[in-house]
């Protein structure tokens, strides 16, 4: 059994171990083979454990921010708002709304032939899920991704990243301490080996992933091997467009907050700006007096931002920063690592003459840059935003309703905000996920909730007749059904009651078959 030792990205030193099991098939079968008994839980039981679950949650909520604040990086106070707040209240969400939204409900036949039958729609659970999560909102992703599959039904093999191992431990410990059966939810801490271990493994049926886009193409072929449902929740590269009528000083301080929160370590952080030009130099200066504004340092003192979580992404960052200045960008305030503090603290940095040859403004950055550029027409705006294979979130900022309205319905992205960026994730009805490369299927919300369940139809017919269409095929069948194909082909109601006169000399057969009175009801009205 190998072991992945967990430090604190402002120190760098040890805060604990965790153990990678070599038997991942064995933690599998348990969770697998409790699937039947849990799908069977009544909604009252599971509704008493998600209560038991919001009140560990909150006891133990400064622990939790703290730790995620020594193992991750980000300041204490956004650990909280972003990562425990967003998951009390997902959980909060499914107690008032999830019955409603997982109950079965009726199918109202739209063919009239069928009319006599009943049917519904069931939501089912897949079985076993994979969810398989990075280290950057180690809590609040899987998290609120674990709590929907378990409301619905579905037992859960989670997967941790190894940057942030013990925040993986503590989510299951409080599932555990709520009360939920210890078979509902197991982890396994590892790597990319491990990752395919889980995916591959016949009996898990359902993948929720987040993280890179290469990573999420190997899940989707992975999974492929035996179909099995996919949702991928991956990088962004968003932009922020800024119109001539916003207000300078609210506006600046929005794009730095969505840039730089988390270290902009954040898939949906603000990673380029696209300023109106009769706007531009008011927005730069503003911006830049904000960045200069945020205090870095320690995330368990009163600071804005903490370090970057592990060197590798760091040292992304920073190639980016010399190959926008290579090629002419201009730094106007960060740009370095601050050293007093410790190696992993990137200031914050605004660059301006920026242009799409630069890695900045066309790969993820994943770390505290504010490129801006500025546009002449809406247009264009539009075209430089869409102009990139990531569709994650994308925000507006302007008084104008209408033009905010207009530019988002061209905007290719999962979520658009306009006058902020990024908080809508804290909303537990949106849903999260993007389009293009950004990901496939949805999480959070009502619709996120409803991918965690298969829809089943259920058909049903008491009646005792036999139907129209069974063996053996008589000329009258086809006949009937001739008419039955005119009655479909927009009749006028005049010919509407010449078909059906005209149906009425095979009144006897048609009694034997259908519901009568229900099928001439429905007819009329289709
Ligand atoms: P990553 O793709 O390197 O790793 C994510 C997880 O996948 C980790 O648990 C990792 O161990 C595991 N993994 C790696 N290779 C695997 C494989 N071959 N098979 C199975 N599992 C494998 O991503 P990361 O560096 O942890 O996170 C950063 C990325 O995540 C960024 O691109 C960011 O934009 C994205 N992200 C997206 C969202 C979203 O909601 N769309 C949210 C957060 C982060």
Redesign the pocket.
């Not at 997967?159 to 940057?163: D, G, L, M, R």
């Not at 992933?209 to 999420?216: K, R």
């Given at each position: 059994m190998s072991e992945i030792i967990s430090t604190n990205p402002a120190t760098g030193r040890e805060i604990g171990r965790v153990h990678v099991p070599r038997d991942i098939p064995s933690i599998i079968e348990k969770v697998h083979s409790f699937n039947q008994k849990w799908s069977e839980t009544s909604i009252r039981e599971r509704k008493r454990l998600f209560l038991n679950l919001k009140k560990v949650l909150f006891k133990r909520y400064e622990e939790v921010a703290h730790l995620i604040a020594v193992e991750q990086g980000k300041p204490v106070i956004e650990a909280i708002l972003a990562e425990v707040l967003s998951s009390l209240d997902a959980v909060h969400y499914l107690l008032k709304k999830g019955p409603s939204i997982l109950k079965s409900r009726p199918a109202p036949h739209f063919q009239p032939l069928f009319a006599g039958k009943r049917a519904r729609y069931r939501f089912v659970p897949y079985g076993t899920w994979a969810v398989?999560?990075?280290?950057?909102?180690p809590f609040a992703?899987p998290f609120i991704q674990i709590a929907h599959l378990l409301f619905s039904g579905n037992t859960v093999v989670f997967?941790?990243?190894?940057?942030t191992p013990l925040i993986g431990e503590k989510l299951v410990q409080l599932f555990l301490e709520a009360g939920f059966p210890e078979e509902t939810i197991a982890i396994i801490h590892?790597?990319?080996k491990?990752?395919?271990a889980?995916?591959t493994d016949e009996r898990v049926q359902a993948v929720v992933?987040?993280?890179?886009?290469?990573?999420?193409r190997?899940?989707m072929e992975?999974a492929s091997r035996k179909p099995k449902k996919v949702i991928l929740?991956?990088?962004?590269k968003d932009p922020a467009i800024v119109l001539p009528d916003a207000p300078v000083e609210r506006t600046a301080r929005g794009i730095v907050w969505g840039a730089i929160m988390n270290a902009g370590?954040?898939?949906?952080s603000i990673e380029r700006v696209y300023v109106h030009r009769d706007i531009y130099s008011r927005i730069v200066d503003a911006v830049v007096e904000e960045v200069r504004r945020i205090r870095m340092g320690n995330p368990l003192e009163e600071v804005d931002m903490g370090p970057m979580t592990v060197d590798f992404?760091l040292k992304k960052v920073l190639n980016q920063v010399e190959d926008a200045k290579k090629k002419g960008a201009q730094i106007l305030t960060g740009g370095e690592v601050n050293p007093d503090l410790g190696p992993l603290f990137m200031e914050p940095t605004v660059l301006v003459n920026v242009n799409r040859e630069m890695a900045v403004m066309k790969e993820?950055t994943?770390g505290p840059l504010i490129p801006i550029i500025p546009f002449d027409s809406e247009q264009e705006a539009v075209e430089m935003a869409n102009d990139i294979p990531y569709g994650?979130t994308a925000s507006i900022w302007t008084g104008d309703e209408e033009s905010a309205r207009r530019i988002a319905r061209k905007l290719q992205a999962g979520v658009i905000t306009i006058n902020s960026h990024v908080y809508s994730f804290a909303e537990p009805e949106s849903i999260?996920?993007?389009v293009k490369e950004?990901?496939v299927g949805r999480?959070h919300g009502r619709f996120g909730l409803m991918e965690t369940v298969q829809i089943q139809y259920m058909d049903e017919d008491y009646s005792g007749k036999p139907e129209i269409w069974w063996y053996p095929y008589k000329k009258t069948l086809e006949e009937l059904t001739a008419m039955w194909l005119e009655l479909m082909a927009n009749p006028t109601p005049v010919d509407k009651v010449r078909i059906m006169m005209r149906l009425s000399s095979r009144i006897g057969y048609l009694n034997r078959h259908l519901n009568l009175p229900r099928v001439i009801w429905k007819t009329m009205w289709y």
């Open positions: 398989i999560s990075p280290w950057n909102y992703i997967k941790p990243s190894p940057i590892g790597g990319a491990e990752g395919e889980i995916i992933f987040t993280g890179s886009v290469p990573t999420g190997r899940i992975l929740e991956l990088g962004g370590q954040t898939c949906a992404q993820e994943f994650l999260w996920g993007g950004s990901g999480t």
